[in-house]
Nanobody, 122 residues
Framework: QVQLVESGGGSVQAGGSLRLSCVAS????????MGWFRQAPGKEREFVAV????????DYADFVKGRFLISRDSAKNTLYLQMNSLKPEGTTVYYC???????????????WGQGTQVTVSS
């Protein structure tokens, strides 16, 4: 199993920045991709960004392109999400997740963190 712990959430004004972190432990050798998702109350969990753990290839949801940056520190088993130019609609819980494959669906992720709240005020 892989355990994931997110941190870095908080409250920020619109236009501000936050950096989320996600530390992985356990069977980290099985990780192929790590991603960030977010879920607002009453809505489905949606994809934000993903990174291939070894090669570093990244992909983003259209609504964060140019504002968010996903990165990782393999030596520390840590995933990051630098969020800039935050908008009020970004007030959600952010989750990190891992998968041992390379699937593009939320269902392809095997392990999830507990989530970290991000609140963006206008």
């Amino acid at each position: 199993q892989v355990q994931l712990v997110e941190s870095g959430g908080g409250s920020v004004q619109a236009g501000g920045s936050l950096r989320l972190s996600c530390v992985a432990s356990g069977r980290t050798f099985s990780i192929s991709r790590m991603g960030w998702f977010r879920q607002a109350p009453g809505k489905e969990r949606e994809f934000v960004a993903v990174i291939n753990w070894s090669a570093g290839f990244v992909d983003y949801a259209d609504f964060v392109k140019g504002r968010f940056l996903i990165s990782r520190d393999s030596a520390k088993n840590t995933l990051y999400l630098q969020m800039n130019s935050l908008k009020p609609e970004g007030t959600t819980v952010y989750y990190c997740a891992t998968q041992s494959g390379y699937g593009g669906s939320r269902r392809d992720y095997d392990y999830w963190g507990q989530g970290t709240q991000v609140t963006v005020s206008s």
